[in-house]
């Protein structure tokens, strides 16, 4: 049974910092390609980033690119969201998904597998 167990999530003030973690179980971790994606009250599910099965290809939402960093690790069969430079529109509920496409997809509707999410709040 595939199993993604995200953490890391908290509240912090404007400007600063937090990474995420998602642990990945149930599946052969370096055949698929691993997304993070967020969803704010009220609105949809969003791409935030995502990187390739072979670690090689990060991608970024515009709204993120250079704020936040995307990595994984096969060893520990985990992925992760570095978060700098925060703001409050960064406030959503974070998911990690898999995929099986070798690189991934900017859709939700293509990630095979989720987590449950955790929550991100940023302060004014």
């Known amino acids: 049974q595939v199993h993604l167990a995200e953490s890391g999530g908290g509240l912090v003030v404007t400007g600063g910092s937090l990474t995420l973690s998602c642990a990945a179980s149930?599946?052969?971790?370096?055949?698929?390609?691993m997304g993070w994606f967020r969803q704010a009250s009220g609105k949809e599910r969003e791409f935030v980033a995502k990187i390739s099965a072979n670690s090689l290809f990060p991608a970024y939402a515009n709204s993120v690119s250079g704020r936040f960093t995307i990595s994984r690790d096969s060893a520990n069969n985990a992925v992760y969201l570095q978060m700098n430079s925060l703001k409050p529109t960064d406030t959503a509920v974070y998911y990690c998904a898999a995929d099986t496409a070798e690189w991934g997809s900017v859709r939700h509707e293509d990630y095979e597998y989720w987590g449950q999410g955790t929550q991100v709040t940023i302060s004014s």
């Open positions: 149930g599946l052969t971790f370096s055949n698929y390609a």
